[in-house]
């Protein structure tokens, strides 16, 4: 199961959670609401996650938080997450809708601080 | 205390702050006024390091006076007199001006006199069929359905919901799709496409898509036909999937046999006061993310907006690479990579100004707290202006 991967079609969203702490990118709220990926039962079980994911393509790779969707619909290869910084490392012209692969990870959601330092190292 | 919240381009002004309470306010705009001291950039810096003011519009007016290909970027949530001093600044500079609204479009279309439109109050008293397409109000304008769409009474619309269609069109089951009676989910990119079919049952011809069975299409045409006051919003998931001139022909097509108007979803609290003074001013808004990809940016002032959350890491990188002045009241990934970043008042917070709603009402906004040392951002343009 360690190497499960799974195709999925990440649409990105205004999330009033998420923007609500958008004004504080840096704390622990905006992270844990703006790195959430909201998946599809089945996605998560095929891929045997529980709270963390990790999303791939070629732009690049982000562990983000993972929940399961709410819909009343079933949408299984499709995901959701709030438009943030975490999403936009794996979007290329169009930011709205990123293909990915996801897989089981046990490694940690980066905060802000982290993450930017991985993105830009030339900066640090 | 009575205010107007600019969480959003909703603009609510029946907002209170009572003692410690903030009511009425969504929880979006109660955690902006609440929690405007958190996260503050704290004073003005040159690549991180702390400055004087003046040295630091000092500074920035060299960069962008050396720039070849400058850019001037943001200013959705900036007051109107700032947005002026902007524009004013990149026809002066001959700047890319750009605040990435995905609206800017639409918008024109409206200011033009190409889409038809009306206000928000109107569509209160008088609208019976209310379409939200590709957007998710309850998120991104969380009071927009309980204060001017579907849910209140308004003068010819008594019976408030009982009396209104609200259909919603999205990609994904969004919390609006709860509240609204009915819903088509349509895979993503299928936007133009859906507007085709609804336009060949406007026809009398039976529509033939690849998502959506031609009964329901007809079923959608029917009641956008028979509508009294339809209203459409249009949110920021239709940008890219369909063009605005789609658009266009769809509402005409649509207001040959019906009574529609149209208004943007506009992201924050000024988006469409930005088109409104780049009309006025006839200025072009181009495409700074189509610019910097092909290499003519090599400088960019940034008005209280961050565009690394908003496009691809790629395109970041290159921004990261290239001389940026930022004016901001937070700390943002943008503040964090720029080479100059200057801390303003918060805009509608701790300095007023007008601003223009959603659907082009203009309001005046009041501080509601005395400002803690920074400057308002009109008055860094205004310093800024006058040594370029």
């Known amino acids: 199961m ?25 704390g622990k709220e905006y992270r844990e609401k703006a790195a959430r990926l909201s998946m599809d039962e089945s996605d998560m079980n ?18 983000v938080y993972a ?41 940690e959601v980066h905060g802000l601080e982290e993450l930017l330092k991985a993105c830009f190292p030339a900066r640090n | 205390m009575e205010l107007i919240c600019n969480g959003c381009s909703c603009l609510c002004d029946d907002v209170e702050i009572i003692g410690n309470e903030i009511a009425h306010a969504c929880r979006k705009g109660a955690e ?12 003005p810096t040159i690549n991180g390091e702390r400055v004087e003011l003046d040295y630091a519009v000092k500074s920035a007016a060299e960069i962008i006076k050396k720039a070849k290909n400058p850019a001037v970027l943001g200013m959705g949530s900036s007051m109107l007199d700032a947005q002026r001093s902007a524009v004013e600044l990149g026809e002066k500079i001959k700047a890319t001006v750009d605040d990435f609204s995905t609206h800017a479009g639409v918008c024109r279309g409206i200011l033009e006199r190409e889409i038809k439109t009306c206000t ?21 304008h969380p009071r927009h359905l309980s204060r001017f769409t579907y849910l209140p009474r308004g003068k010819n619309r008594q019976k408030g919901f009982e009396e209104r269609d609200a259909i919603c069109i999205d990609v994904r089951e969004s919390s609006t799709i709860e509240v609204c009676r009915q819903f088509h989910i349509i895979p993503p990119m299928k936007d133009g496409e859906l507007m085709k079919c609804i336009m060949e049952a406007l026809d009398g011809k039976v529509p033939k898509s690849s998502f959506l069975g031609s009964k329901e299409i007809i079923e959608l045409s029917n009641k956008l036909k ?27 097509k649509l207001n040959a046999v019906s009574n529609f108007h149209m208004i943007p979803m506009a ?14 001013r006839k200025y072009e808004r181009t495409s700074f993310k189509e610019a910097l990809a092909k290499g003519k940016i ?12 908003e496009m691809p890491l790629s395109l970041s990188r290159s921004l990261s690479k290239i001389q940026t002045v930022v004016i901001d009241s937070y700390k943002t990934p943008m503040t964090e990579l720029s080479k100059v970043a200057i801390p303003c008042a918060v805009n509608g917070i701790e300095a007023g100004g007008e601003v223009i709603r959603m659907d082009g009402v203009k309001f005046g906004i009041n501080k509601i707290y005395e400002k803690d040392g920074s400057i308002e951002e009109k008055e860094i343009m205004k310093m800024l202006m006058d040594l370029i």
């Open chain 2, 298 to 309: 090599d400088a960019a002032l940034v008005l209280c907006f961050d565009p690394i959350s």
């Open chain 2, 226 to 252: 028979k509508a009294e006051y339809g209203v459409i919003f249009t949110g920021a998931g239709l940008d890219g999937s369909a063009r605005v001139n789609e658009l266009k022909e769809f509402m005409n």
């Open chain 1, 46 to 63: 095929a891929l045997g996650i529980k709270d963390r994911v990790e999303l791939s393509n070629e732009n690049g790779s982000v562990v």
């Open chain 1, 2 to 26: 360690q190497d499960n991967k799974i195709e999925l079609t990440v649409v990105t969203y205004d999330d009033i959670f998420a923007s609500s702490f958008s004004r504080d990118k840096f």
């Open chain 2, 120 to 140: 928000l109050d109107e569509v209160k008293d008088n609208a019976d069929v209310i379409v939200y397409w590709a957007s998710d109000a309850s998120n991104s």
């Open chain 2, 32 to 43: 902006f006024i609440r929690r405007y001291k958190t996260n503050r950039l704290a004073s």
């Open chain 2, 267 to 280: 992201e924050q609290c000024n988006t469409r006061g930005f088109s409104q003074v780049l009309h006025e």
């Open chain 1, 67 to 107: 929940s399961k969707s709410t819909a009343k619909r079933g949408h299984p290869g499709l995901a959701y997450i709030p438009l943030s910084i975490y999403s936009n490392i794996l979007a290329s012209s169009d930011t709205r809708r990123i293909k990915v692969s996801a897989s089981k990870t046990e490694k």
